[in-house]
C-alpha cells in the first residue's frame, strides 16, 4: 500500500468525500426540479425545454472530455481545479433558478446560457474530484471505500436539497448550497489527502484524449455505462411528472425522493462488501437486476397509491447504492491495469461524464417530446398519462437488463488476480 492509501482512514475519507454533498445539491435540481421549475415559471412550453435541455446537455457532454483532457495534460493538482470552479459553481446555480422576467426568446437564451455555465462549472468540480479520489489508492477494499464515503456524501446533499425544496422552495435552496458548496471546499482543500503530484514528463499528449479508448475493457464499461445511464436518467428527468399527474401525489414528492435515497445511503455498506467479495462487476450487474425486477411494479400502479410508490421507492433505492458507488470503483482499477493511475485519471472521468451527460441528453430529448407529441401535457389529466406511465416505468427497466446483459459479456469479471488487484485487461 503506498503512503497515500495508508493513510485513507474515515476522517480523511470524509475531508475527501463531503465535497461530493454540494455537487449533489446542485445536480438534483438539474436532473429532477429544473424542467417542471421553467415549465411551471415561463412560458416555455416542454417541448422547446426538451429541446433546450438536448441542446445543453449535448454542449456538456463535448465539454467534459476536452476538460479532461486539458486537466491530465496540465499535470496540476486536482486541487488547483477545484479551487477554480467554486465561483463558477455559485454562479451558475443563482443564474439557473432565479431568472429575471423576459420575454419567451430571452428566456430560452438565458436558460440556455445558465445550464451551459452550471455543465462547465460542474464537470470541471466533478472531473477534479473523482479523478482526484481515483488516484488515491489502486487497493480493491480500498477504492470501493474511497467510491461510497464520496457517493454516501453525495446521497446526503440529495436529500438535503429535496428536503430544502420541499420546505423552503429554491430560495432556501440556494442559501443551502452555497453555504455546503464553499464549507465542503475548504475542507477539501485544507484538509483531505492528496495523491502524489504528477511531473510535466507524465502528462498526458496532445492526443491523450484518446488514450482511454485504447483499452478494449474501458470500451465495453463505457457501453454499459451509456445504456444504465439512460435507464436512470428516464424516471429522474420525468419523476415529479409521474408522482404529480398520473399519481396526483405531488404533495409527497419531496418524501418520496427522500426515502429512495436514504435507502441508496444506506446500502452503501452492504454493496462494498458485496464488491469485495465477488467484484465491483458482478455485485453491480446484481443491482441492475433488482432494480428492473422492482421498478417495473410502477406501471401498474393508481393514482393515490401511495404506498405503493413508497415501497418501490425505497427497494429501488437499495439498488440505486450500487449505481453509485460501484461503476467508478470498477473505473478506478481499470485505470491502474492500464498503468495510468495517478497520471491520466482525468482522461477517463471526462469521457466518463461526457457519458453520463449523454444519458440525460437522450433522456430529455427523446421522453419530453416524446411525450408531447402523445398528448401529454403537463397538468393535465388527459389521454397522455398512459404515455407517460409506460416511459416512466417500462422503458427504464428494458434498459436496464440490456445493460445488465452487456456487463455480463464485458471482459471486466475475469481481471481480478488472486489478491484482489487487476491485471491489464486491454
Known amino acids: 500500500m503506498n503512503a497515500v492509501g495508508s493513510a485513507l482512514n474515515l476522517p480523511a475519507l470524509f475531508s475527501y468525500g463531503l465535497f461530493g454533498l454540494p455537487l449533489a445539491m446542485l445536480a438534483l435540481p438539474i436532473y429532477i426540479y429544473v424542467a417542471p421549475f421553467y415549465a411551471q415559471r415561463s412560458s416555455l412550453d416542454l417541448a422547446q425545454i426538451g429541446a433546450v435541455l438536448l441542446a445543453a446537455r449535448i454542449a456538456a457532454a463535448f465539454i467534459d472530455p476536452a476538460l479532461g483532457a486539458w486537466m491530465a495534460r496540465g ?37 440556455l446560457a445558465a445550464l451551459l455555465l452550471v455543465y462547465t462549472a460542474y464537470g470541471l468540480a466533478g472531473i477534479a474530484h473523482q479523478s482526484w479520489g481515483a488516484a488515491l489508492s489502486q487497493l480493491r477494499a480500498q477504492r470501493a471505500r474511497v467510491t461510497a464515503v464520496r457517493e454516501g456524501c453525495g ?21 443551502a448550497f452555497a453555504a455546503c458548496l464553499l464549507a465542503a471546499g475548504a475542507l477539501l482543500l485544507a484538509r483531505a489527502p492528496r495523491p502524489a503530484l504528477r511531473s510535466a514528463t507524465e502528462a498526458v499528449s496532445g492526443n491523450g484524449w484518446k488514450l482511454p479508448f485504447r483499452q478494449r475493457a474501458f470500451r465495453w464499461l463505457f457501453a454499459v455505462l451509456l445504456v444504465n445511464g439512460v435507464a436512470a436518467a428516464i424516471p429522474a428527468t420525468l419523476f415529479l411528472f409521474f408522482a404529480t399527474d398520473y399519481l396526483r401525489l405531488g404533495h409527497y414528492a419531496g418524501p418520496f425522493l427522500i426515502v429512495y435515497f436514504c435507502a441508496a445511503a444506506a446500502s452503501m455498506p452492504a454493496w462494498v462488501a458485496l464488491a469485495r467479495r465477488f ?60 498503468g495510468h493511475a495517478g497520471r491520466h485519471e482525468a482522461a477517463y472521468f471526462g469521457w466518463w461524464n461526457w457519458g453520463v451527460q449523454m444519458s440525460l441528453a437522450l433522456a430529455a430529448g427523446i421522453a419530453l417530446p416524446l411525450l408531447a407529441w402523445l398528448g401529454y401535457v403537463p397538468g393535465n389529466s388527459g389521454g397522455g398519462l398512459p404515455a407517460l406511465a409506460a416511459a416512466y416505468a417500462l422503458l427504464p427497466c428494458s434498459l436496464k437488463l440490456l445493460a445488465a446483459l452487456l456487463l455480463w459479456r464485458a471482459p471486466l469479471q475475469h481481471i481480478y488476480s488472486e489478491t484482489g488487484e487487476y491485471r491489464p485487461c486491454i
Not at 84 to 105: D, I, K, V
Not at 163 to 170: A, E, M, N, V
Not at 310 to 336: F, R
Open 155 to 175: 446521497l446526503l446533499g440529495v436529500i438535503l436539497a429535496a428536503g430544502l425544496t420541499s420546505l423552503f422552495g429554491y430560495d432556501g435552496l440556494s442559501l
Open 75 to 111: 499535470g496540476r493538482s486536482y486541487a488547483v481545479y477545484v479551487g477554480a470552479s467554486l465561483p463558477l459553481l455559485l454562479l451558475g446555480f443563482g443564474a439557473l433558478f432565479h431568472p429575471p422576467a423576459m420575454r419567451e426568446t430571452a428566456t430560452l437564451a438565458w436558460f
Open 279 to 338: 467484484g465491483e462487476a458482478r455485485a453491480w450487474g446484481g443491482a441492475m437486476l433488482l432494480a428492473a425486477a422492482v421498478f417495473v411494479w410502477a406501471y401498474g400502479l393508481g393514482a393515490g397509491a401511495a404506498w405503493g410508490f413508497a415501497t418501490i421507492c425505497l427497494l429501488s433505492g437499495l439498488a440505486l447504492g450500487a449505481d453509485l458507488a460501484l461503476p467508478p470503483a470498477l473505473l478506478a482499477g481499470l485505470i491502474g491495469a492500464a
